[in-house]
């Protein structure tokens, strides 16, 4: 089954990042369909992935340092 992994900040439409970011996030990180708040508290593992050039995860960097929370979750 396909599923996108999205994010939004509060109160906004949500956006799409790429699949290779989604399977980590999921098999890492126990994302699910329900939404997960992500924070700056997470800066250091996505800053992980950007260094071992996993793609959308400097696109969600640049979301939380922007709107200091965003939501997350797949979208089946």
Known sequence: ??????WKPADKDYKTLPDALKFILRD??????????YGR??????????DAGVEGAQE???AIV??????IW???
Do not use: F, P
């Not at 922007?66 to 939501?71: A, D, Q, R, S």
């Open 1 to 6: 089954m396909s599923a996108n992994l999205c």
């Open 28 to 37: 890492k990180q126990g994302l699910t369909s329900e939404k997960d708040l």
């Open 41 to 50: 508290e997470r800066l250091g593992y996505l800053r992980g992935l950007v």
């Open 60 to 62: 969600l960097i640049d």
């Open 66 to 71: 922007k709107h200091e929370h965003v939501e």
């Open 74 to 76: 797949l979208e089946y």
